[in-house]
């Protein structure tokens, strides 16, 4: 079966044809811009494909719920060009196919499950920290929603003692994404985080308030594995960090030998499907 997936990132769209075993025949890489200048690239990129179905993994917010009739609009999102864009009207318009629509990090979380570093567990957290944060999470090998798609980018911390930062995210300010996302780490510290790699205190504020993010998820999911990916997490060292730091807050609460400083290394892990989880999971969702 040859399908279509959108990996649909603040940075970029990822678009790519292949298969329902996560076999990537053809891809291409289009900046993120306005909704009129991104998506026409989009649509000619699978003009012509023989594609049967579309599976998109998109940023957020994003409906999700089929009986809306806004299925696979963007809604109130930090990138304000797409607020509104029905994007899977669009692209199932453009291509004639059929449109299955996720969060991207839903997708990658369950590309992960089936392919990458959460093959041996019933549930992990794929965790995507670059131009924004966000998590997605697998259970019993579905992704999670509700009432929406969880937001746990959005999430409320306590505040670093040695940071005055008033925050980046446009609704919530000093919010998980507000204060930890790449454009966080440029606006606090006045250039990107690739260039301030040396710089001690930059890091242990960013895994202070990455760890307490993922000390609450523990505590409300409970997840069997936390996968984290995304262009911060790049600086490697910074899992390291972030493992202490989760290990030092839980305090020993949560009784398991995982979250403990000899197993932590393998709890708190990057990805196993390197920058293809997102992609591989959009061709898991055309699939299903």
């Known amino acids: 079966m040859k399908l279509g997936a959108i990996e649909a ?22 900046p993120t ?33 089929e009986g809306t009739g806004t299925y696979g609009t963007i809604q109130k999102t930090p990138k304000t060009d797409w607020v509104d ?48 944060i966000g998590a997605g999470a697998i259970v019993n090998g579905e992704t999670l929603k509700g009432l929406s798609h969880p937001e746990m980018g959005h999430i409320a911390l306590r505040r670093h003692e040695k940071d005055d930062f008033a925050g ?8 998980l994404e507000g204060m930890a996302a790449g454009p966080a780490i440029e606006q606090r510290w006045g250039r990107p985080g690739k260039d301030l790699a040396d710089d001690e205190l930059v890091w ?25 990916g995304g262009g911060v997490m790049q600086q490697t060292h910074l899992f390291d960090l972030i493992r202490k730091n989760v290990v030092d807050m839980l305090n020993g609460y949560v009784s398991s030998p995982l979250l403990t400083p000899d197993r ?3 709890y708190i892990v990057p990805p196993g499907l390197t920058n293809e989880a997102g992609i591989k999971g959009a061709l898991i969702l055309a699939a299903k």
């Not at 669009?90 to 979380?109: L, Q």
């Not at 980046?168 to 919010?175: I, N, S």
């Not at 242990?204 to 984290?228: G, T």
């Open 9 to 30: 990132g603040g940075t970029k769209f990822v678009c790519a044809i292949g298969d329902e075993k996560g076999e990537v025949f053809e891809k291409t890489v289009i």
């Open 33 to 65: 811009e306005k909704p009129e200048i991104t998506m026409p690239k989009v649509y000619e990129f699978f003009e012509n494909s023989d594609i049967e179905r579309v599976g998109i993994g998109s940023f957020g917010p994003i409906d999700l719920n």
């Open 85 to 132: 864009f029905p994007l899977a009207d669009e692209v199932s318009k453009h291509t004639g196919v059929p449109v299955v629509v996720d969060t991207d990090v839903n997708v990658a979380a369950l590309s992960e499950s089936r392919w990458g570093n959460a093959t041996d567990v019933n549930s992990c957290l794929y965790i995507t920290v670059g131009t924004g």
């Open 168 to 175: 980046t995210c446009p609704y919530h300010g000093d919010c």
């Open 204 to 228: 242990e504020i960013e895994s202070y308030y990455l760890a307490q993010a993922i000390v609450n998820y523990i505590y409300i999911l409970s997840p069997e594995r936390v996968i984290m």
């Open 264 to 266: 932590i290394d393998n």
